[in-house]
């Protein structure tokens, strides 16, 4: 499963990062999910295209982190997102 990103656009407003439901529809609101700096960064690389080993080395390069860390973090990111339904199959 993927992160369904052409459904959803990350936005920077109010000092936060908002991942946006852009295909909602006005009688369905659906509440923007948080990101912090993390969860965005993750966000922009799939965006790219990126695998989940090349975020795992992402996050080790930029944040200073284990790669067992990182493997947890990202486990962590895509389970928020499958909770939200942002996941598609591919």
């Known amino acids: 499963m993927q992160p369904n990103c ?3 656009q990350l936005r920077y407003a109010a000092g936060q990062y908002w991942l946006l439901d852009m295909e909602q529809q ?3 609101y659906v509440a923007p999910i ?3 700096e993390t969860g ?3 966000w922009k690389a799939y965006e790219q295209g990126k695998e989940v080993s090349q975020l795992i ?3 080790v390069l930029e ?3 284990s790669q067992n860390q ?3 973090d990202i486990d962590m990111f895509l ?3 499958r909770n939200h339904g942002v996941m598609i199959q591919g």
Request: glycine content about 4%; proline content about 0%; charged content about 15%.
């Open 34 to 36: 948080v990101l912090n």
């Open 70 to 72: 990182a493997v947890t």
């Open 63 to 65: 944040y200073g982190v």
């Open 6 to 8: 052409a459904r959803y």
């Open 26 to 28: 006005e009688s369905e």
């Open 40 to 42: 965005a960064v993750l």
């Open 79 to 81: 389970e928020q997102l």
């Open 57 to 59: 080395n992402l996050l």
